[in-house]
């Protein structure tokens, strides 16, 4: 990977720092961007460690989506996004509102696969936030992510549209895989 001065005196909001996706972003980011890319966010890994009763589950019965989990082994795999200057106040703002339930704003770097890397933000809920479910036995969050349904949609669909966006990508994540081919065999 290869840094220039981009990286040391990008701030956020002046056109040259990403967003970076690696749940719903990817497939559907909702604001206007000026390019896009796939990117690579090394030392964390995607997990479904995150309850969510507030977009694809309710509160009684929470869905579960992804967070990122530092392993300094991992490289996560999902879409940079680079918006306007004069936009990133207000997605920043949308996203705030969309990343809510114990997800913050986090400076990172991606990498692209020409090995450029730049600064870039993502959302990240860590364990100490209080959706933070961690991991469970596998057949366990199949049958939550099955039933679940929040205003968003259904948690079936987040995960069915998250395995295909990152197949489109060439990207095989073993978690998201297993799920997405559980649930195609689980009854609707």
């Known amino acids: 990977m290869t840094r220039d001065d981009t990286f040391t005196s990008a701030k956020p909001g002046d056109g040259r720092t990403w967003i970076f996706g690696y749940g719903s972003l990817i497939w559907r980011p909702d604001f206007e961007y000026r390019e896009q890319q796939p990117a690579q966010l090394h030392g964390w890994q995607r997990r479904f460690w995150q309850a969510s ?3 694809r589950g309710v509160p009684q019965a929470p869905g579960r989506v992804v967070t990122l989990v530092r392993d300094a082994e991992s490289v996560c795999h999902g879409m940079a996004f680079l918006p306007a200057a004069k936009d990133w106040s207000h997605i ?3 996203l705030d509102v969309r990343e809510r339930n114990g997800y913050e704003l986090h400076h990172v770097e991606v990498v692209f696969d020409d090995g450029q890397a730049r600064p870039a933000v ?7 936030n209080p959706s933070f479910v961690g991991p469970a036995p596998f057949e366990e969050m199949v049958e939550q992510i099955a039933h679940a349904h929040g ?3 259904a948690n079936r669909e987040y995960v069915l549209e998250l395995s295909a966006k990152l197949a489109d990508l ?3 994540d073993d978690e998201v895989h297993a799920l997405s081919d559980a649930l195609r065999r689980y009854p609707a």
């Open 151 to 153: 205003p968003s949609g």
């Open 170 to 172: 060439g990207v095989h």
């Open 53 to 55: 009763p507030d977009h």
């Open 92 to 94: 920043i703002a949308l």
């Open 122 to 128: 993502t959302y990240v809920a860590g364990p100490q």
